[in-house]
């Protein structure tokens, strides 16, 4: 089965709305980096974190490897946080990420 | 924050052709890596690199080869291309230094194989 595995797959918010999207891990996760690829398909870097939580704007991740999971909260979505939301684990084997299927989001006005 | 770049941006192949992927970093970042990402998925991880003249497989190398020839390059090969291989390919590259592996990655390679 998926080692990593996100929810939703897609989801639809109105702008200005507040919305959590989330990582469950089947593997022993020691970190989990989150990415957003915009409509022309680069990735960009979101959080590296350790176990904990991490706030950027109106970005917020937390990362629990106790209980394998981690969570991006958007808060007031914008137009342009529309894209296809990624989280990858690393484990024990330290340099190699295992990626998640993603999150496709639409923020509509 | 780590500069990656790759060449070309796009390519169309024969199938049985030989394709070369190039990436570049500016960051001194030890390791490096090629993912590919085929649409509506994650990335896997194909091959990746953590000293020049050396690479490991990853977790699907079947059908690719790669090159690490300094610090700073990385190639990717397709000896024989083929029609499952047209996907959108991804460097990245982390600096292992502080053991923290912060992945950044190139804008993307978008392969056609006919």
């Known amino acids: 089965g998926d080692k990593v595995k996100q929810s939703p797959s897609a989801l639809s918010l109105q702008e200005g709305t507040n919305s959590a999207l989330r990582c469950n891990f089947s593997?022993?996760?020691?970190?989990v980096q989150w990415f957003l690829q915009n409509p022309r398909g680069s990735l960009m870097n979101l959080f590296y974190?350790?176990?904990g939580t991490k706030e950027n704007g109106r970005l917020k991740s937390a990362f629990d490897s106790k209980e394998s999971y981690s969570t991006l909260h958007i808060r007031d979505a914008q137009l342009e946080d529309s894209g296809t939301y990624f989280c990858a684990a690393e484990s024990n084997m330290g340099y190699k990420l295992t990626f998640g299927t993603g999150t496709s989001l639409l923020v509509d006005p | 924050e780590a500069a990656v770049t790759q060449s070309p941006r796009s390519k169309v192949a024969v199938t049985g052709g030989k394709v070369t992927l190039s990436c570049h970093q500016t960051n001194n970042h030890d390791y490096m890596y090629w993912y590919r990402q085929d649409t509506g998925h994650g990335l896997r991880l194909i091959h990746y690199s953590y000293v020049a003249d050396s690479t490991e497989k990853g977790d699907i190398p079947d059908g690719y080869k790669a090159s690490r020839p300094s610090q700073e390059n990385f190639s990717l090969i397709l000896e024989l291309a083929s029609l499952s291989q047209t996907a959108v390919y991804f460097c990245?590259?982390?600096?292992?230094?502080?053991?923290?592996?912060?992945?950044?990655f190139g804008p993307g390679t978008r392969l056609t194989v006919l």
């Open positions: 990245a590259s982390s600096d292992a230094g502080t053991g923290a592996y912060e992945q950044y």
């Open positions: 593997i022993a996760a020691t970190t």
């Open positions: 974190l350790v176990p």
